[in-house]
């Protein structure tokens, strides 16, 4: 079983073409993100469900690049729950 966790990500837009296979996975994104815009998370999330893996994105509003590692950031524990979660589900349903 596998499974794939995606902070602030995407796809190339030349490797998207030639995916034929993703892992479950979960984007999560913030909203703010001038590295990695939003769209780039959103893209992944419908080229997974496109190759038949189960796929969600989570957006935090106002939320820049990078957000989920600040100690004092309150989505930390969010992000970091969610992440948690979506292994514990998917890799111990093995």
């Known amino acids: 079983m596998s499974a794939l966790a995606v ?16 892992p479950p996975l979960i984007e999560l994104h913030g909203e703010a993100d001038r590295n990695v815009p939003l769209a780039s998370g959103e893209e992944l999330v419908r080229l ?3 190759v038949g893996a189960a796929a969600e994105i989570v957006r935090y509003p106002g939320k820049a690049h990078g957000f989920d590692f600040a100690d004092n950031d309150p989505m930390t524990n969010d992000a970091v729950s969610r992440v948690t979660g979506f ?3 998917r890799l111990n349903a093995a």
């Open 87 to 89: 292994f514990q589900a």
């Open 7 to 22: 902070l602030y990500g995407g796809m190339p837009d030349k490797i998207a073409p030639q995916v034929k296979h993703l």
């Open 48 to 50: 997974g469900k496109s």
